[in-house]
């Protein structure tokens, strides 16, 4: 009998050093082609399909290949394997039909599920906060509210009435599980009326009705630490949505959200703010109060200074949330020109331009200069 079976490397079409991968490639490809429910009632594409998979279930085998390639098909009667085709042999059907037609557990080969659906891990939720700039540079400590669905405790989260809510799955008979037989291909499928559990809900729990969950608030207190931006993640883990069937919880994102500031503007580690002055302070040089977030600064401005200019006061920014220290703060300056002058000021001005020289000539600006005013 043997001597009418044709090569198991022909079968398959590859090479008699092709790998593993190459050889389980070859066989889902022919396992696509000529599988019976792609070729119903065509005697000669199930009698293929056989031929394929018993030539894989040898040649994916180390011991019975070695046998194989040394002794042909006489060789594999020490390994007790019979002449035809015989599904119960193969051990990585499920992964290679599985993934083709969503059979899940093929042959019986697959693990059972006893009755109980599978553990679910519960859903990660998000919540905004909104925090001010003030907290960004001393970092708090907040309380929050999270609202949540949590397991139903009347029913301990099987949404059934816990005297007799609860009765075995007429489809499955608590098996949790139908089995089909399918030509020759014996496969499993979890049962579409329990979901997998075996039991269904005769009578629902009054307190969850049946949902398996009830709503709650869970009161969570959250560290902010100082440095944080808009757009940063702070995980809280699993206080996000309840699992199921014994499932852990999910995760609990809070996403910081920083209010814009009246006077100071971030810029990474940075703050920056305007400073409005004079004509007089501005050539004559002047001191300015500023009130930071550290307390009252006193902000030397040079004379002659020039709208646009920039005075650093260090250590005055945004700690470092990853590192330590602190950015620093930029003080812009911005000279006003009065738009309406008094007639004694107006004098005093016309005094001024006449000892001043004139500048209204245009004049080219050096590329330094211009480099440096394109980042400003």
Known sequence: MNATKRDYYE???????????????????????????????????????KEAAE??????????????????????????????????????FSDIL???????DLFGTGARRGGRS????????RYDLEISLEDVLRGMSVEIQVPRLDPCSQCQGTGADRTDGLVSCPMCHGRGEVVYQQSFLQIRRTCSQCGGRGQIIRRAC??????????????????????????????????????????????????????????F??????????VPI???????????????????ETVKIPEGVQTGSRIRLKNLGVPRLQGSGRGDMFVHIDVKVPSKLTREQRKL???????????????EKSLLDKVKNYFM
């Not at 894989?56 to 020490?78: E, N």
């Not at 016309?350 to 004049?363: S, V």
């Open 11 to 49: 079968v398959l079409g590859v090479a008699r050093d092709c790998d593993d991968p190459g050889l389980k490639s070859a066989y889902r490809k022919l396992a696509l082609k000529y599988h019976p429910d792609r070729n119903p009632n065509d005697q000669e594409a199930e009698e293929k399909f």
């Open 206 to 263: 009054p307190q969850c009705r049946g949902e398996r969950q009830v709503r709650s608030e869970r009161k969570l207190r959250v560290t902010i630490p100082a440095g944080v931006e808009t757009g940063t993640h702070l995980k809280l883990s699993r206080e996000g949505q309840s699992g199921l069937n014994g499932g852990p919880a999910g995760d609990l994102y809070v996403v910081i959200k920083v209010k814009d500031h009246p006077i």
């Open 55 to 92: 030539a894989y279930s040898v040649l994916s085998d180390p011991q019975k290949r070695a046998a194989y390639d040394r002794y042909g098909h006489q060789g594999l009667q020490g390994f007790g394997a019979s002449p035809g085709f015989d599904p119960s042999q193969f051990n990585d």
């Open 278 to 296: 004079n004509i007089a302070q501005a050539a004559l040089g002047t001191e300015v109060n500023l009130l930071t977030f550290d307390g009252l």
């Open 118 to 125: 599978r553990a679910q891990r519960g859903e990660d939720l």
């Open 349 to 363: 001005f016309e005094q001024l331009r006449q000892t001043l020289p004139e500048e209204n000539e245009p004049h």
């Open 98 to 104: 599985g993934d083709l037609f969503g059979f899940g």
């Open 265 to 274: 503007e971030r810029q990474g580690e940075d703050l920056h703010c305007a």
